[in-house]
Every structure is written in structure tokens, then in C-alpha cells.
């Protein structure tokens, strides 16, 4: 990997997230990636089933060093879970997913390269295909805005990004008050 590449992934568990899931969402940001990053921050939010946690000790033991793992003693929701994992990642360029969602595997190679030639681009996103049980069973889309003033537009009525997609610019995150609970 080039050398100069640096982004963080940021994700966040808790005890309802299925584990199946969980693992398909974690090789989706690690094995199944173009661009892989350098850094991934996990948020435990509470305790969590054992299966949850073998695979979160497979990952760290599959991917040395990569993982930063936070573990919070009780439940604080995904505000603060992605609050405290935010400002423990050591990236300026951090990419988003849920624990139940699967990343496309050029996500990282698109967003990274979009936000270093875009630098005052605070958040980019894409589009989203919902399943069931399997992936080929598509059962809709959830379509937002692409331009700036597109999504000016539609954030007037409710937010413009599925959230699970997003590249965040971390330094801009910060300084605007971070995720809140």
C-alpha cells in the first residue's frame, strides 16, 4: 500500500447487532476492500454476546495493529459511541459503516480519493440497496441528493446522506461539535 494513504474506518456494535452480521460487515471493510485503510475504530457500546466478541478478537488477531477497539461498560447509543470513536481516530479522512451493512468494495478507493482531491469537502456519501437475508434480494433504494445544492435543498426537510456511506473529514467534524447523543 502506498505509504502516503491514511484514512480510519469507524464503527460502532451493541448487544442487539446480529454477529453473522457484524462479521459480514467487518470482512466488507477489511478483506473485501481496493484500498485498504490504516486504522479501524471500534466501538463496543456495552457489553456484547460472546459471538460478537469472537469476532471482534478474530479481527484483531487477523489484522494486527489495525483495530482500536473502545469498550463501554453500559449502553451510551450510537451519538456517543461514534462521538468518543471519532475523536480516538488518528486520521483526518474516516470512513463510515454500520455494524449490519455491507461497504461496496471500491467505497474507500472512491471516497478517499474524492476527499483528497475535494479538501474542503467535510462529508461524502453514496447510495444505499436494502435486502433481505441475502444480498441479491434487493427489496429497495434509498436514493439522496449528489450535488451541493441538491442537498441543500433536501436538508431542509430531513438529512441528505445515508449515514452508513460517509467519508468524514474529521478536522471538520471536530470543530462543528462532533457526533451528539
Known amino acids: 500500500m502506498d505509504k502516503n494513504i491514511s484514512f480510519s474506518v469507524l464503527i460502532s456494535v451493541y448487544k442487539n447487532d446480529k454477529a453473522e452480521d457484524f ?8 478483506t473485501n476492500q481496493t484500498l485498504k485503510s490504516t486504522e479501524v475504530v471500534l466501538v463496543t457500546d456495552g457489553p456484547v ?10 479481527s484483531e488477531e487477523a489484522y494486527l495493529g489495525l483495530y482500536n ?41 472512491k471516497q478517499y480519493h474524492f476527499m483528497i482531491e475535494h479538501p474542503n469537502v467535510a462529508v461524502c456519501g453514496g447510495q444505499i440497496d436494502e435486502f433481505i437475508d441475502d444480498v441479491n434480494n434487493i427489496i429497495g433504494h434509498r436514493i439522496v441528493p449528489r450535488t451541493n445544492e441538491e442537498i441543500y435543498k ?5 438529512c441528505a446522506f ?10 471538520i467534524i471536530l470543530a462543528n461539535g462532533n457526533y451528539q447523543s
Open 23 to 30: 462479521r459480514t460487515a467487518v470482512e466488507s471493510i477489511t
Open 49 to 58: 454476546p460472546d459471538d460478537t466478541n469472537r469476532v471482534i478478537e478474530e
Open 69 to 109: 477497539v473502545i469498550r463501554f461498560e453500559k449502553y451510551q447509543g450510537l451519538g456517543i459511541a461514534l462521538q468518543k470513536g471519532l475523536e480516538a481516530t488518528s486520521n483526518d479522512i474516516v470512513m463510515r459503516i454500520d455494524s449490519d451493512d455491507i461497504a461496496v468494495p471500491d467505497k474507500f478507493e
Open 154 to 158: 433536501y436538508m431542509v426537510s430531513r
Open 162 to 171: 445515508n449515514h452508513t456511506t460517509v467519508a468524514l473529514r474529521r478536522s
